[in-house]
């Protein structure tokens, strides 16, 4: 069943074009890693996908729904000649309760202890009580082996920490699908593994996930599929076995020869 | 966030709390100081004009409010025992509350500085303006002016000021020649030291303390001023004396006139009536003024101050 | 020029006047400056939400009105709030020294928008994803995540401006309002002396505004600390 189905995705910043007509298709319970050198896109087409980028042209559908709100040439005709019915506005809000979201700088809320930056979403948004945000919490908490944080300040958190906390907080929601913008870039290296540890917990439980890193090793342990993104487009896919051991685009094999 | 919300409305609150406490206590200052005023009148005044005041025009009905700059004793200054309207005394507040009485009005004094007393007449803020105004053709071509009233000698004698330790070195205009002359900026003294001492130098300054700070640091040789003025600089700082020097004062200068809103003729008719019927009083008034203005610092004969 | 007589004239207009420095001159100055800076943080609030606002109509009004506020000198709007306004709004029945008020508000409301406003936009854009990205709407986003984390750069700014009133209400003296340079004022106008009023209202300032930027300068270098987020629940001594 498809997840997330992207059709000829074009995002721009002023004169740059970032992404050039991206089309993918993520499948429930995939696990798919995006690489490739910096500025080649993988971030916003990662940030795209929850709207946190709008595409100027081109669609996402997520669990079967356009949320976009963009319509081709062809759909705005249709429309001005009364043949299509003009679509009802997509709220973004409730789809993106549907994604999870883990970013490069952890991007925890400061002035809310631990709990409350996990109960926070699922008490406002999904009717919650609280005792029962905060028995999700804890559970969350424990798993990723922070509950002796429950009522601190993330303040005394260090960053692998706080990265887990990241999680867990998206995980609170109950997400179909989780999107990892290089969760570990920002880290010290003695916390990277921590972070991709919980990171790969999780993908074992068959949470769909879209991680961009840069962890080679990681991503040819953990993902179902690789994708190399550069210079706005994906430029090869595969297994990992095949994206690492039997690259052929040329663009790939310099790349690796860079980062291996 | 509950938090902010309410800190939010407590500040609210709190804020509309002053404003209220603010405006109520200015009102009630205000009224108790009107009606003072009116219980103040005399009989003998109030009742011979109320024909008059029928046809008179003010900006707020049965009011009448003067504009002036209580910061220039004996003319005009603040008694700071006091409170509200009571404060503001002088020889133009007499006069003011004489004109009031005399036209069946409330007085209401609106203090501000001397450049705006000129703005709240011009826009209507104010009926008049009494604040020791000397007649000019700039000011008679914008305001109505009243006839001249005289302060006692303070606008009669036009004299310099000087460092008591220049003896009379300045006390004539053969000894003036090439002398500093400071005189206040648009101000008759001004116009007094450019005719009248044409060889010596003069310097404008803005507002008399200011000239007569400048005086004493050494800026100035002499400062043009009227002698009441004079007067009162000399009882507060006794190491400045009269240089001896007198103007010579063109008739239409020796006085002072009321500035009032361009073509409200029936208000300037009657202050005219007014000032013409109180001129036999204006010496005491004066004298009065001048006897409770000036800070009680007393000073020996070396000029140290003694306790 | 001779400071002789400096001394002794400051402790005779201190021992005469003190009571009108502090009891009337400080005590109006403190409650103007207060209502100013307070409404002001009221009316500056909205000013600054119609500047972040989608609608360029509102945006571009927001912009005028902080801009002809800031831009042109405080003594000028006060003509216009005390001789003009009263002219137009004449229902409104204002005394004196609401009107000067009123104009001080506005004043202080135009630079306490840009305070807020600025205090909104330094929070780390990555705090408005991170909420939106969960579900949040933006009001929700704005008012669960980035107004209580702006508010920490927000305060130290208003206590600033209410440093910076403290001194712009002096040309409340202007309409003798009743404020310390008034009270120097009335003083100077019966005793022709400048520099001894003067050095006293210097010192009176400067016993209020000193201690209060010492306050404010460490309120504000806790407050820029993002580790310094009190534990509402477990008291310091409490952790482990």
Known sequence: MEMIKTVDLHKSFGDLQVLKGVNQTIEKGEVVSVIGPSGGGKSTFLRCLNLLEKPESGKIYFEGDEITGNLTKEEKQLIKEGKMPKPAKVNIDLHRQKMGMVFQHFNVFPHLTVAKNITLAPMMLKGKSEAE????????????????????????????????????????????????????????????????????????????????????????EVSDRVLFMAEGNILEQGAPDQIFYHPTHPRLQDFLKKVL | MKKTVSMILAVLLMASLLVGCGSTSANTATTAATAETTAAAGTDAAAETTAAAAEIKTVTPGVLTVATSPDFAPMEFTDPTKQGQDMYVGFDITLAKYIAESLGLELQIMPMSFDACQTAVYAGTADMAASGFSWTEDRAQNYNTSDYYHAGDNEDEQVLITLASNGDKYATAEGLKGAKIGAQNASLQQSLATEQLPDSELVLFTDLGTGVLQLKNGDFDCIAVAKGNGDAIIANNPEIATSGFKFVVDEKYTGNVILLQKGNDGLTEAVNAALAASKDQWDTWYNEAKAISGIEISYDDQGNVAN | MDFTLFLPNLAKIWSQYWKLFLFTGLKNTLILTFISVALGTVLGTLVAMLKMSKSRILRFIASVYVEVLRGTPILLQLYVFYFVLPNIFTFLKLSQFMWVSISLCINSSAYVSEVIRSGIQAVDKGQTEAARSLGLSEGQTMVKIILPQAVRNILPALGNEFIMMLKETSLASTFFLGDIMTSYLIVKGVSYLTLEPLTIVAIIYLCVTYPLSKIVDRFGKKMANPNSYRNRKVKAGGKN
């Open chain 1, 133 to 220: 945000a905060n028995q999700m919490a804890k559970d969350l908490l424990a798993r990723v082996g922070l509950l002796e944080k429950y009522d601190e300040m993330p303040g005394n958190l260090s960053g692998g920490q706080k990265q887990r906390l990241a999680i867990v907080r998206a995980l609170a929601m109950e997400p179909d699908v989780m999107l990892f913008d290089e969760p570990t870039s920002a880290l010290d290296p003695e916390m990277v593994g921590e972070v991709l540890d919980v990171i790969k917990g999780l993908v074992d439980t068959g949470m769909t996930s879209v991680i961009v890193t840069h962890e080679m090793r990681f991503a040819r």
